[in-house]
T-cell receptor
Framework: DTEVTQTPKHLVMGMTNKKSLKCEQH?????MYWYKQKAKKPPELMFV???????INESVPSRFSPECPNSSLLNLHLHALQPEDSALYLC?????????????FGPGTRLTVL | RKEVEQDPGPFNVPEGATVAFNCTYS??????FFWYRQDCRKEPKLLMS???SGNEDGRFTAQLNRASQYISLLIRDSKLSDSATYLC??????????FGAGTTVTVRA
């Protein structure tokens, strides 16, 4: 299984809602990543987990809260988002953090904040 | 100044043509370099690594010029399926991965 799966594929939420994005991989990878990608822009790194511990937080607002419950799962909890947070949220994994270049990306969750 | 810069294109080329484009990076301590490909509304996928001596993978050739701080990608004998956005990726010694904004290539029949 060389796949990273993400759910849901699409999400529409209001600014007062609380929702979560989920990411799963069964490749035994120990590094997992969240990226945000706006239209016609490159992915921007948000968070990196290495061995289920948060390694990198790229100064992301607290309305985004990551969680890594186990080595296969990565969640992104959303609360009180703004319309400008609408974007494609990509999850990725690599074998270990040092293999950051060989990331496998999931198909993404397309988020719209109304 | 952006850490990684690419010519956004688009490069519109006929099938069978050769197309090449560059990516410049600002951090001279950058360690590793890669090209990813992203199709419209899809996730990025690793295309190839870029080695100091240059490397080739089929119709794709990647080069690194450390002195001038750029990498390049050349696609020979373009196919319709090569139409995509090509993202340059640079990794520093803290494992931070930076994407370029992408170069759009459209191959027409």
């Amino acid at each position: 299984d060389t796949e990273v799966t993400q759910t849901p594929k699409h999400l529409v939420m209001g600014m007062t809602n609380k929702k979560s994005l989920k990411c799963e991989q069964h490749m035994g990878h120990r590094a997992m990543y969240w990226y945000k990608q706006k239209a016609k822009k490159p992915p921007e790194l948000m968070f990196v987990y290495s061995y289920e511990k948060l390694s990198i937080n790229e100064s992301v607002p607290s309305r985004f809260s990551p969680e890594c419950p186990n080595s296969s799962l990565l969640n992104l909890h959303l609360h009180a988002l703004q319309p400008e947070d609408s974007a494609l949220y990509l999850c990725a994994s690599s074998q270990v953090l040092a293999d950051v270049y060989e990331q496998f990306f999931g198909p993404g969750t397309r988020l719209t904040v109304l | 100044r952006k850490e990684v810069e690419q010519d956004p294109g688009p490069f519109n080329v006929p099938e069978g043509a050769t197309v090449a484009f560059n990516c410049t990076y600002s951090n001279s301590a950058s360690q590793s370099f890669f090209w990813y490909r992203q199709d419209c509304r899809k996730e990025p996928k690793l295309l190839m690594s870029v080695y100091s001596s240059g490397n080739e993978d089929g119709r794709f050739t990647a080069q690194l010029n450390r002195a001038s701080q750029y990498i390049s990608l050349l696609i020979r004998d373009s196919k319709l399926s090569d139409s995509a956005t090509y993202l340059c990726v640079v990794i520093d010694n803290d494992y931070k991965l930076s994407f370029g904004a992408g170069t759009t290539v459209t191959v027409r029949a």
